[in-house]
């Protein structure tokens, strides 16, 4: 959430990023998804997977990735459960360790590597959050993908 990690995530090539924590996010979905969506990629889960149902073409694709709003939430479910029904979204769990099951890893490592040559995946400093951490505050340090205080992937150095 914020300004500052919006104009991250649409400078990476992202066509549009809104903003969750924006009084107008609600607003802001509905216009940014205007003439609905084929595929929407989860990583969220709860109040955001919802809204995103009832933005989703007919016979469009979920793929489920994660459900960081949901972790430490177990009476967090889907509630536009008629949305997948009415529309026919289809909705699949996604492993990134699947590729490497399928024999597919190989492929899609490539596919990454040409997407950085070509500059449509963007890699630097901000694509990822070292936090420096004593390994007993290892669980505290975890707690910041619970509030947004990281940016990218967040990486624990363990400190010695």
């Known amino acids: 959430g914020g300004d500052k990690k919006c104009k991250w995530v649409?400078?990476?090539?992202?066509?549009?990023?809104?903003?969750?924590k924006s009084a107008s996010f609600k607003e802001d979905l509905k216009k940014a998804t205007d003439g609905f969506v084929d595929v929407y990629f989860d990583n969220v889960g709860g109040e955001i997977l919802?809204?995103?149902?009832?933005?989703?073409k007919r016979f469009g694709r979920v793929a489920a990735c994660g459900a960081i709003s949901a972790y430490n939430d177990p009476t967090v479910g889907v509630k536009n459960w008629f949305e997948i029904i009415a529309n026919r979204?289809?909705?699949r769990g996604f492993i990134v360790?699947?590729?490497?099951?399928?024999?597919?890893?190989?492929d899609m490592l490539g596919a990454i590597t040409q997407g950085i040559k070509d500059g449509k995946i963007k890699i630097d400093p901000e694509s990822e959050t070292v936090?420096?951490?004593?390994?007993?505050?290892?669980?505290?340090?975890?707690t910041t993908l619970f509030s947004g205080g990281?940016?990218?992937k967040l990486v624990t150095q363990i400190e010695a």
Do not use: H
Not at 50 to 56: A, F, G, H, K, V
């Open 89 to 91: 979204i289809e909705v």
């Open 10 to 20: 649409e400078s990476l090539g992202a066509d549009v990023c809104v903003d969750y």
């Open 50 to 56: 919802d809204l995103m149902l009832s933005r989703i």
């Open 150 to 152: 990281n940016q990218g």
């Open 97 to 106: 360790i699947d590729a490497m099951v399928s024999g597919k890893a190989g």
């Open 131 to 142: 936090v420096p951490t004593k390994f007993e505050d290892v669980p505290k340090t975890w």
